[in-house]
């Protein structure tokens, strides 16, 4: 099966160097180029890519903004932001809305391969970064935590790369039922949203990212 791909980038090298490189790969077909997040927009409702690999600081509209506006018109494409910035709380922010997150130091392999496992559905955030949430997020907390089966199973949906509707269907259960949970899941971490949810899970050991 081939991927189809749309890069944004601002920097013409950045951007031809990224598709010269995937189209190494056979498996990989670049159908388009964008200069600004704005043109990723377009193109991306224009040619349906299956993956949209997003810069996140770019001209007009920067790449967080894009990847909310393709989320909209373009359901089915995954997204990936790749990015230089220093992890922080808007990266946090940002992670918790796109399938993959990686870093622009990134090998080749490592690339191909998160744009393969964010094209078949699963989460992809570069182990960099992941290292680097933890960081951020400091020792685990000091809390102790008591999640129903129930809450335990739609947590560790949390940590791919589905959709509380995906969720739903994956557990056979209403799509509002999984936000109570969620909802549920992030009062007893004391967390704010889904991704330091996720985090302080892992930092816990209540589910891994494997």
Do not use: W
């Not at 993956?51 to 494409?77: E, F, H, S, Y």
């Not at 910035?85 to 946090?92: K, L, M, T």
């Not at 971490?189 to 990212?209: D, H, S, Y």
């Amino acid at each position: 099966m081939t991927v189809r791909i749309l890069i944004a980038d601002d920097h013409e090298v950045v951007r031809k160097g990224l598709a010269m490189v995937l189209r190494l790969d056979p498996a990989f077909e670049i159908v388009g180029e964008a200069r600004d997040g704005a043109e990723a927009v377009s193109r991306a409702e224009a040619l349906c890519p299956d993956v949209a690999l997003l810069d996140l600081k770019m001209p007009i509209l920067a790449g967080d903004a894009a990847a909310r506006q393709i989320r909209l018109r373009c359901p089915q494409t995954r997204i990936i932001i790749l990015t230089g910035a220093e992890v922080d709380d808007a990266v946090f922010d940002v992670i918790e809305m796109v399938d993959g997150f990686v870093l622009k130091d990134i090998s080749p392999d490592e690339l191909s391969r998160a744009i393969r496992s964010v094209a078949a559905g699963e989460r992809y955030v570069h182990s960099v970064v992941v290292e680097r949430m933890k960081a951020e997020m400091g020792s685990a907390p000091d809390i102790r935590v008591s999640l129903s089966p129930r809450e335990m199973e739609v947590l560790r949906q949390m940590a791919t790369a589905a959709t509380y509707r995906e969720i739903g269907q994956k557990l056979f259960i209403s799509e509002e039922t999984v936000r109570s949970h969620a909802k549920n899941i992030l009062a007893k971490l004391n967390q704010p949203n889904r991704t330091r949810a996720v985090v302080v899970a892992v930092k816990l050991g209540l589910i891994t990212l494997d």
